[in-house]
């Protein structure tokens, strides 16, 4: 038995604390820092997350995780220009696995504060130049050139967390774990996301496009490593609204609708043309761009506290612009990892740009749920598949 004592488990007073395999070695190398508890329940599902990305695309991918949810997934769709401006990486020749990282990194960035980080390929310099900037816990990845691992071990005055994966480790198909003295097993979730799941369209818009078929299986395995009850909503190659661990569906498709809409709104001209000092650092940035974008905007004007980020006082972004701006989104893939009980979750779905669902089907209402699709000309598949995660 191969073990890894850690400092503590979920909490400092949970002691002691390890992990181990029965057989053979631990599929995981630490290049560099000490992993905590949370940081390898992160590592473990995040890996799964991008290595199915890549299978069910071809393409590069990237994850960003949070307390056993992603905060942002993604694969490596060369960015538009508005894009590479709202990511602030204008004019940048980035390379495959590098823009896969910031899709991910930009689709909730303040979920993804402090986030661990999980890559598909190799991680190259140029994405470990990014990730140095930004406040990370730790990453995993199939390898690492020399330069990115220099990079990477110098970042939190060298403590950052550096996992290297062995990508041909394949696990025991019956997984366990230990719940108040009850020792829990079933069979792993291998079932595999592709196109197949999308063939059932029962709606009367039957049109996905490549694009989104490849958003809802970018959605759909997103959500196999998401916190249930879960929805998420994709659009060019990345996740773009993540709604984990709610008890209602309808909660879970707002929740993740509200941070679809932000992201859309960061494109926002008048927040690309936030007059932002130069020393402003990132996080503070990114959390002035998300007050400005929320209602909470007014009572920041009341006080001196914008004096400390820009050079003028920002033009607001009035309630009423925010709406007119998303009414002219489209083209949005929804998935949810359980069948839509009514209709409700298709009208909140519709305003933020849904055009294309898939969902395991199933409901006693389904019939409710295809109507409301079709009232907006939404395509819906079923997938016949639920994809609970706990």
């Known amino acids: 038995m191969q073990k890894l004592e850690l400092k503590y488990g979920c909490n400092p007073n949970q002691k002691p604390s390890r992990v181990f395999v029965e057989k053979g070695d631990l599929p995981f190398t630490v290049l560099n820092g ?181 958003d809802l299986l970018i959605a759909l395995i997103t959500l196999k490593y998401t916190q249930s009850n ?43 043309s936030l007059p932002f000092k130069d020393d402003v650092r990132r996080p503070d940035r990114d959390n002035a761009i998300d007050v400005y974008i929320s209602d909470e905007w007014e009572d920041l004007l009341e006080t001196d506290n914008w004096k400390q980020l820009f050079t003028r006082k920002p033009e607001p972004l009035s309630r009423e612009e925010k709406k007119e701006y998303i009414k002219t989104i489209s083209g949005v893939s929804l998935g949810s990892d359980a069948f839509f009980p009514f209709g409700d979750n298709v009208e909140r779905a519709h305003k933020s740009g849904v055009s294309y669902i898939a969902q395991s089907g199933g409901s006693i209402r389904d019939d409710n749920v295809i109507e409301a699709a079709d009232k907006y000309g939404i395509t819906m598949a079923f997938t016949h598949i639920r994809l609970f995660h706990h």
């Open 230 to 272: 879960s929805v998420c909503y994709a659009k060019d190659g990345q996740a773009i609204g993540i709604g984990a661990g709610q008890q209602s569906r309808v909660h879970c498709t707002r929740l993740a609708g509200n941070k679809a809409d932000v992201w859309h709104l960061r494109q926002h001209p008048k927040v690309l």
């Open 34 to 214: 000490r992993p905590g508890y949370i940081n390898l329940l992160d590592a473990m599902n995040s890996w799964q997350l991008v290595k199915e990305l890549k299978k069910a695309t071809g393409l590069p991918a990237a994850a960003s995780f949070k307390h056993v949810s992603p905060a942002g997934a993604a694969v490596a769709v060369p960015l538009s220009d508005l894009l590479q401006k709202t990511y602030f990486v204008e004019g940048i020749d980035l390379s495959p696995i590098a823009t896969a990282y910031i899709r991910a990194r930009g689709a909730d960035r303040m979920s993804s504060y402090g986030d661990f980080v999980a890559l598909s390929d190799e991680c190259d310099s140029q994405t470990a130049s990014f990730l140095a900037r930004e406040v990370s816990d730790g990453i995993i990845a199939p390898s690492y050139s020399k330069e990115a691992l220099e990079i990477l071990k110098s970042k939190r005055k060298g403590t950052y967390v550096v996992l290297q994966m062995d990508e041909n480790f394949v696990p025991a198909p019956i997984e366990k774990k230990d719940v108040f003295g009850i020792t829990f097993e079933q069979q792993r979730n291998n079932i595999e996301i592709t196109d197949a799941c999308l063939r059932d369209i029962p709606t009367a818009a039957k049109d996905l496009s490549p694009e989104a078929k490849r």
